[in-house]
């Protein structure tokens, strides 16, 4: 029934503005999941469920931020767990949105679109998307040669792009270089509950990271010593279990993920 209804509203759609009227598709469709149970915090919709998704995959039940999740995507902004929790730790964590005062420059490497439409709302963001292939990306930039002068961004987010990355600590120099001193960055990965980061150079084909990874391109899976990493580049890094603080009604209505933490990293002056 629900594909049927995803169906009927993109061939009523002309393919040539099918990007302009994205919005409006997604409200018709979250439509079929308007309810009073759950709440998005990203895009402010109520919902009676989230759609479930994650990765389905033997490797992931205790990776947080990848697995598999009942209350995974948003219908109408696409947010995952991931996201809703950034979104409500910058809104009230950060003076990010409050402090209009001053313009604020804002980096995000694989920008999706929750964010893009949370951060153009305020004027006096002046928000840069970054990535070598997404279709949302402003600037198309390598992560490890980042095309902008050193301490140019007041706040830098980037979500699950490090596993990615054959050079992490290469990656992670780059975003504290471009940071102001003073500034805050944002840097999630998927975290398995473990002590050591599991990489081997030797994987290097789709099928080989795909067994041990559980995804074709990823080259780790990182543990709890992700934090030394951060701050083996230079970073002050706060892990923080915002879930926690945020309580399990909170966690529920929002369809967080309960073990995931904010990874909080400050260049300091």
Not at 26 to 46: D, F, M, V
Not at 68 to 81: F, L, S, Y
Not at 122 to 128: A, C, D, E
Request: proline letters at 6%; a positive charge; charged letters at 30%.
């Amino acid at each position: 029934m629900l594909k049927r209804i995803k169906s009927l509203i993109l061939k009523s759609i002309p393919p040539g503005v099918h990007s302009a009227a994205r919005p409006v598709y997604k409200w018709l469709y979250s439509l079929y999941y308007a309810g009073t149970r759950h709440r998005c915090p990203s895009c402010g919709i109520y919902l009676r469920k989230f759609i479930p998704d994650g990765i389905l995959y033997p490797i992931f039940p205790d990776i947080v931020g990848a697995r598999w999740h009942p209350k995974g995507r948003c219908p109408r902004c696409d947010t995952m767990p991931r996201h809703r929790l950034m979104h409500l730790f910058i809104r009230n964590k950060t003076s990010l949105f409050n402090d209009k005062t001053q313009r604020v420059n804002v980096l995000q490497f694989a920008p999706e679109y929750s964010t893009i439409r949370l951060m153009r709302k305020y004027g006096h963001i002046k928000y840069f998307s970054a990535d070598l292939y997404s279709k949302f990306a402003e600037y198309k930039m390598d992560i490890l040669d980042i095309k902008f002068e050193t301490g140019f961004f007041d706040a830098i987010l980037c979500q699950h792009v490090l596993e990615h990355i054959e050079d992490d600590l290469k990656a992670m120099k780059e975003l504290f270089r471009v940071l102001k001193p003073g500034g805050w960055a944002i840097l999630q990965v998927p975290i398995r509950e473990t002590a050591k980061t599991f990489e081997n150079p030797a994987y290097k084909t789709p099928e080989d990271r795909f067994r041990f990874y559980g995804q074709s391109d990823h080259v780790r899976i990182y543990g709890w010593d992700y934090k030394e990493r951060l701050e083996s580049a230079g970073f002050k890094v706060n892990v923080i279990d915002y879930p926690k603080e945020l309580g399990p009604k909170a966690v529920e209505k929002c369809g967080l993920d309960k073990d995931e933490k904010i990874y909080f990293c400050v260049k300091t002056l």
